[in-house]
């Protein structure tokens, strides 16, 4: 755990010193990161380590299934984090992400009818429950 936070803590350096934002990163072992000293504006609260071995593998992607799985949290203004994730290029795709998004669009693509079909049932082959949330009353 020790050897994720410590390469986070450099992968962070690299990119905080693009970002115009200032930002912290609370690591779940207890130690932060932060990339200028002035008070920050938004602070990441990591509170698994398996959020930190998401981060290091998939940077931005790995950072927000991390937050829609509980694993870390935002403090502060989250428009500021996003622009620092912008501006510092961490929001840039890491290659295993790129891979991944390969393999999908090759395994589910639309490149042929059945896979069309497919695709289209399962994206809108939902019951009427599920889409009567969203719709208006008949």
């Not at 350096?13 to 130690?31: E, H, I, K, M, Y």
């Not at 989250?78 to 890491?94: E, I, K, N, Q, T």
């Amino acid at each position: 755990m020790a050897f994720t936070v410590a390469l986070l803590k450099k992968a962070l350096a690299a990119f905080g010193t693009q970002a115009p934002v200032c930002f912290r990163v609370n690591f779940s072992d207890g130690s932060s990161y932060q990339n200028k000293t002035q008070e920050p504006q938004v602070t990441v609260q990591i509170r698994h380590a398996r959020a930190e071995r998401r981060m290091l593998l998939f940077k931005h992607i790995g950072l927000l299934e991390s937050y829609f799985d509980g694993d870390l949290d935002f403090d502060g203004d989250l428009a500021a984090g996003f622009r620092a994730g912008m501006d510092s290029g961490f929001a840039r795709p890491a290659l295993p992400v790129s891979i991944r998004n390969w393999w999908h669009e090759w395994r589910f693509s639309n490149r042929s009818l059945a896979n069309a079909k497919a695709n289209a049932r399962f994206h809108y082959g939902l019951d009427t429950e599920f889409f009567r949330l969203w719709l208006d009353q008949p």
